[in-house]
């Protein structure tokens, strides 16, 4: 029996002997091969990235990249740039180990088709040196252009500042023209390089430059029968809308125009007619909702654009900053019905049961 009870002990300690040396082995394994796996899933990322920074010479992990990137988001949507959230960051570096600059890649839930994400290459002195599209779920043959040279050629030598879509022929720096028939995946595209772009100045560039707001307010002018404001802004389905308001001295709304839009014929393009203008005439210098249908202008309501959700938030947007506006300079303060309003300006329910928009 106690001979049994030797053997049984024995067997354990060899046991015990024999997986702790492999469990040893397989560390000092896994030791040896961490640096060289990591350095090898650095590397297939970086063939991926060549193409947005020419003439890298090495990838490499940035310190505290995982806790920049788990941050992206809530740095994104401070910035106006609501459900963008960063994918990857690596630094380019030179023989000498210098850092040279960055490839981050950025994904926009703005595509046409839904997530798209692009690859920036931005110097560390803030110059973009080329843009690819990495993934999207565009339609064949119109959004799916996004991905062609035509269009990612034009983000390099641009300066890594907020860059904006235009239908009409770039002119400036900062513009991007949009692939045809395909504005709302050239505004992601455009988009998910922009939250590159914040999160390069966030992370690396000494902080954040400049943020999308909702609206601007382009002129106001005190008149003989009350004020005129003139409000842009950036969020239409095609891009900017300009509307001149007029407000008359007991605070109601007497006048509205839009100066200028690029909305789709039959479907934005709605927010030009006169009809649809008409419905803004008499409504009380506060707080103005687009509801899906039957408004109730008792309530200072307006009818939504059918199917036009983008139009009728952007309109929206620049009709209550216009009317923030008046309060705050002409009319005594912001009303509580303003402040609620303002502080869900980036809210993109606005529409209960809108249809989501049409056209290009």
Known sequence: MAKKKSSILM???????????????????????????????????????????????????????????????????????????????????????????????????????????????????????????????????????????DFTNQFADKTAATLEVTKSGATEDNQIDAVSGATITSNAATEAANAAIVFFQDSF?????????????????????????????????????????????????????????????????????ENYAKQFIGLKADAITAVDSGANPANNEVDAIAGATFTTRAVDIAVNGAVMYYQENYGGGLSDSLKEKAANTDDTDIVAGASVQKGA
């Open 11 to 149: 067997n354990t300690l060899v046991l015990f002997v024999v997986t702790f040396i492999a469990v040893l082995a397989l560390a000092v394994v896994n030791q040896v091969t961490k640096e060289p796996i990591a350095q090898a899933e650095i590397n297939a990322r970086a063939e991926v990235y060549k193409v947005v920074y020419p003439g890298a010479e090495n990838f490499e992990e940035i310190e505290n990249s995982e806790s920049l990137i788990e941050g992206s988001a809530e740095v994104l949507s401070g910035a106006g740039y609501d459900g963008c959230f960063v994918n990857d960051a690596l630094a380019v570096t030179d023989a000498s180990g210098n850092i040279q600059g960055y490839v981050i890649a950025a994904t926009s839930p703005s595509g046409y088709g839904g997530d798209l994400q692009a690859a920036v290459g931005i110097t560390k002195d803030g110059k973009i040196t080329g843009y690819s599209i990495v993934s999207h779920s565009e339609t064949a043959g119109l959004g799916s252009k996004c991905a062609e040279p």
């Open 205 to 273: 560039g000494g902080g954040i430059k400049e943020t999308v707001e909702p609206y601007t307010i382009d002129s106001a002018e005190e008149t003989a029968d009350g004020y005129k404001i003139v409000v842009s802004t950036t969020k239409g389905f095609a891009g900017k809308i300009q509307i001149e308001i007029g407000i008359d001295k007991n605070a109601t709304i007497s006048s509205f125009k839009v100066l200028e839009s690029n909305e789709t014929q039959d479907y934005g393009a709605v927010c030009t007619e």
